[in-house]
């Protein structure tokens, strides 16, 4: 962003950055639980991820074994959109599933 300030009557420009700062991004993490069932973890890396349903099912089996994994990886705005979706959704369906995000 540019700052202009005036200084013996002329108008002085003074360069703050010379580049924008590319945005932060934040993983977001499916969290296992022993209540979800495969079938609505797999249904949610598909429907809120965008992932293949070989993709998903993977991911899926890797959060049951190991207890969390990667979603995605967005935008701050996106990632928050994204968790609410998940929550909204496994509310709507009786599920506790739950993700968690952190800045890269
Ligand atoms: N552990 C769950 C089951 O055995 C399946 C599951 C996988 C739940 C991934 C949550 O993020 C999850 N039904």
Redesign the pocket.
Same mark, same amino acid.
């Given at each position: 962003m540019d700052k202009y300030e005036l200084n013996n009557d002329e108008a002085i420009e003074i360069k703050e950055r010379q580049t924008a700062r590319p945005p932060s991004l934040y993983k977001v993490f499916?969290?296992?639980?022993?209540?979800?069932? $495969?079938d609505f !973890?797999t249904h949610i890396l598909e429907e809120i991820f965008h992932k293949s349903p070989v993709e998903a099912t993977q991911i $899926?089996l890797h !959060?049951?074994k190991n207890g969390k994994?990667l979603a995605g990886i967005f935008t701050r705005e996106i990632a928050e959109t994204r968790v609410v979706s998940v929550d909204e959704l496994s509310n709507q369906n009786g599920f506790p599933?739950k993700c968690s995000m952190e800045k890269e």
């Open positions: 499916l969290l296992n639980d022993d209540y979800t069932t $495969m !973890v $899926m !959060v049951h994994g599933l």
